[in-house]
């Protein structure tokens, strides 16, 4: 497995654990505020995550490896 694949499966499970995060945190409503705010948090970093994996494709269609 290339350097380049490993990269895009690592996003990918970022993005994937993250999200799962965000909804346990937000879609439970008997957790502490603590937990709400973490859930939003959550939510942004696996926007962040999905926006830098999408650029990351890009960049990475003309790179040979």
Sequence with gaps: MSLKNFHIAFIT???LFTGGL???CLL???LPPMFTAMG???A???LLLLI???RFL???KNVIV
């Design 13 to 15: 499970i970022c993005v």
């Design 28 to 30: 439970i409503p008997e």
């Design 44 to 46: 942004a970093g696996a």
């Design 40 to 42: 939003w948090i959550s």
């Design 52 to 54: 830098y994996g999408i």
């Design 58 to 60: 890009k960049k990475a």
């Design 22 to 24: 965000a909804a346990w």
